[in-house]
């Protein structure tokens, strides 16, 4: 069984390495992730495809965790990030992801943060 702080810091080791591989492995069969202006994506496939269609979106994106909290099962990672898109525009935010794991997994992926222009239409 991982360490719920571990598993937390895949899912940003992830966006870091810009590779899926550790983190598929980290997922419930069950897994949802709620991120903002999207539905919720749920089970492994749909999460693992979302991150990648964000890697094209952001050819570099990095981020810094600069706290992880614990409480039993859930963790909150406060982070901030720094890149660009696709297009070269600057892109930097700030917010915290909240998990929660269930028998070494990670069952839910939740994301709030500062900026969300990205995903306002209109």
Not at 13 to 38: I, K, M, Y
Not at 59 to 77: G, K, M, Q, S, Y
Not at 89 to 107: A, S
Request: aromatic content about 12%; some cysteine.
């Amino acid at each position: 069984m991982e360490d719920i702080r571990d598993l937390t810091q895949t899912i940003f080791d992830t966006f870091n390495n810009r590779d899926v591989s550790d983190l598929e492995q980290c997922l419930a069969e069950d897994a949802v992730f709620d991120f903002p202006g999207t539905e919720v994506l749920q089970g492994p496939k749909r999460i693992l495809l979302f991150f990648k269609i964000l890697f094209r979106k952001y050819p570099r994106l990095a981020f810094t965790v600069e706290d992880i909290l614990v409480d039993e099962d859930r963790a909150c990672a406060v982070w901030s990030n720094d890149g660009e898109d696709n297009k070269g525009n600057p892109y930097h935010n700030q917010g915290v992801t909240l998990i929660r794991v269930k028998d070494g997994k990670i069952v839910s992926i939740s994301d709030y943060f500062k900026d969300t222009s990205f995903v306002e239409t209109g």
